[in-house]
């Protein structure tokens, strides 16, 4: 009987998170207005016992998965008695109504997580955070219960068996990437909150930047490996090869990223200098804001994508009055308080103030240009004006441009300094930096495959200049140490991490530019004999065979390449599979991955004479497009380890702290 009512028990405890959710918004922000510690006090135990309870009504969604309940509308729909019990367990966030319910989860355990971590923050503080957490609790579990219960029953008429999870997801990617992806989505609520409480608190100074500094960055290493994996899972399953097609759900992804990577920097500055104070607000304000804008585009049914979930346009309606009201909100209290909290503090052009602001407008124009592409045929189509399609040519004339020019800033950031510096000391310590960028960038596409092409030497150039001036700086602040190991140990885990973030930005951008112009493809007909060249290897064709999997039958095609005469040779096997309750077929794509190529196998239709269409590719490159964000993301989690932000600024000393002199350790961010 306990068993069968699982669902109602899942269904109660979302209720509940929502009444605590609400008492959650009222009673710390009242404490906080009124100055009743003990009001303020309800929030850690509501935020713990909110946590709690969206935890049991997850862990029921599941179990009604794993013991086949199809009596629950959501387990109906997405699952099936042959579907292997790891899947079940990904099918849970496959759809719309369990993905809904894993963001509440993690909503919840940010908040949760940022109610332990804030034990010696001021009391006032804390109970504000707490207070704009709750009210986006609030907003998505009424989400969840108006439009998108994962408990609703089929009772009596429940189907014998389900329809099956969607064979595109049906891959080891849907357990990674979603759960990444919206860790990173919803990590950026706490800096949101961070940042209105700031406002509301009058407190703009050193101490709310240098709480936030942490959440921020890992929000932002779990999104760049959300996005990183997004990119890997539609490279090898989609069976075409690419790695990013401007969809409007990648680009989705893209827009918080973007201007959470500026507001990462901006508040090292607002921390180390006491500027950019109002611009990081409105940067942390934006980034959730975009987030918000995410879940909109895939859950409103505006997007016909493989990554888009609902088509409901109720759904849509109820997330786009989410997302205004939080912009509205958000913005009034920024325009009401900022103003009065906010001061100039002074920087000549050339400095790194000067530099991080450069980047930072960068950063808010490519925001801007994916924004436009993305929301502008939505636009019109909504208005009745008709339909047109925004691809590749137009994010890439645009991108590509704005991102050259971006590194050309990074690479001056690492070395330049606070406030004011010589044009003469720049170029002294950029000057060779600059030279052998130049010329290694222009002869490496000659010495890689003999073919020089303008877009890979221009990619290569602003690798380096990223990494060489990286060097110099290391050099500068370990030179005068005993040794150079001690040197090393000397300088902060920030710092280490600003590094790695760095060179991540620049294996990424190789990668880009080499995958991109030097590609071999080959559409070709195989059947059993058939030989084929590409990039020196041979791939021949030497039987089809068939086998059956756990829920699906599959053709798979015999690959044996070779590269040259005496070459190594080894086997490839792609396959054509049927799933049997949906009779949808899918391409499993085999590949021979390696750190400066990809073999790249993808078995196509049935030509009905014994052969097979095949796409064959040589993707050089390719891995480091990934590699470059896991860098990227090992410097957030560096950064967010760094026992400076373990110490919390007292209130009164803020203001000095703000426009003091920093340390070459702590300036070093």
Known sequence: MLIKMIPEIGHFALVIALLMAMVQVVMPLAGAATRRPLWMAYGRPMATGQFLFVAIAYLCLTTSYMLDDFSVANVANNSNSLLPWYYKFSAVW???????????????????????????????????????????????????????????????????????????????????????????????????????????????????????????????????????????????????????????????????????????????????????????????????????LGTFLVRSGVLTSVHAFANDPSRGFFILMLLAITVTLSLLVFALRAPRVSHTVGFNWLSRDSLLLINNILLVIMTVTVLLGTVYPLILDSLGLGKISVGPPYFNALFV?????????????????????????????????????????????????????????????????????????????????????????????????????????????????????????????????????????????????????????????????????????FVMRPEKRLYLATGMPMTQVALRPGLFRDLYVAMGEDLGDGSYAMRVQYKPFVRWLWLGGLLMAFGGILAVLDKRYRRVVARKKAPAAATSTVTTQEATT
């Open 401 to 569: 441009p704005l991102t050259v020019l971006m590194c050309v800033f990074m690479g001056l950031g690492p070395v330049a300094r606070w406030k004011s510096m010589e044009a003469v000391e720049l170029w002294r310590k950029l000057g060779l930096a600059g030279a052998v960028s130049l010329v290694l960038g222009g002869l490496m596409p000659l010495v890689y495959g003999g073919e020089w092409n303008l877009w890979v030497a221009l990619g290569i150039i602003s690798a380096l200049w990223i990494v060489l001036p990286t060097v110099r700086d290391i050099f500068d602040k370990t030179r005068h140490a005993s040794s150079f190991m001690a040197g090393l140990k000397k300088l902060s885990l920030s710092y280490w991490g600003m590094v790695l973030g760095h060179i991540g930005v620049a294996v990424t951008i190789v990668g880009v530019a080499v995958v991109s112009n030097y590609n071999i493809e080959r559409n070709v007909r195989m059947s059993p004999g058939t030989t084929v060249e590409v990039a020196g290897y041979q791939f021949t064709m030497t039987e089809l065979t068939n086998r059956r999997g756990p829920n699906f039958l599959a053709d798979t095609s015999i690959i044996q390449v070779q590269r040259g005469e005496s070459g190594r040779s």
């Open 94 to 292: 496959g759809n719309h109504e369990g993905s809904v319910l894993l963001w509440s989860l993690m909503l919840a355990g940010w908040g949760y997580a940022a109610s332990v971590f804030s034990g010696d923050l001021p009391r006032d503080m804390v109970a504000r955070v707490q207070g704009i957490m709750g009210m986006v609790c609030v907003g998505f579990l009424l989400f969840i219960l108006m439009t998108s219960n994962p408990f609703e029953r089929l009772l009596p008429n429940m189907p014998q068996d389900g329809a099956d999870l969607n064979p595109l997801l049906q891959d080891f990617g849907l357990i990674v990437h979603p759960p990444m992806l919206y860790m990173g989505y919803v990590g950026f609520s706490v800096v949101f909150a961070f940042a209105v409480a700031a406002l509301l608190g009058g407190r703009l100074d050193a101490a709310w930047t240098r709480w936030a500094r942490p959440w921020t960055n890992a929000a932002w290493a779990f999104l760049t490996v959300g996005i990183a994996l997004g990119s890997w899972w539609a490279y090898y399953e989609l069976g075409w090869g690419g790695w990013w097609f401007w969809d409007p759900v990648e680009n989705a992804s893209l827009l918080p990223w973007l201007t959470g990577t500026a507001l990462v920097h901006s508040l090292a500055v607002t921390e180390k200098r006491g500027s950019f104070k109002s611009w990081t607000v409105l940067l942390a304000i934006s980034t959730f804001s975009l987030s918000l």
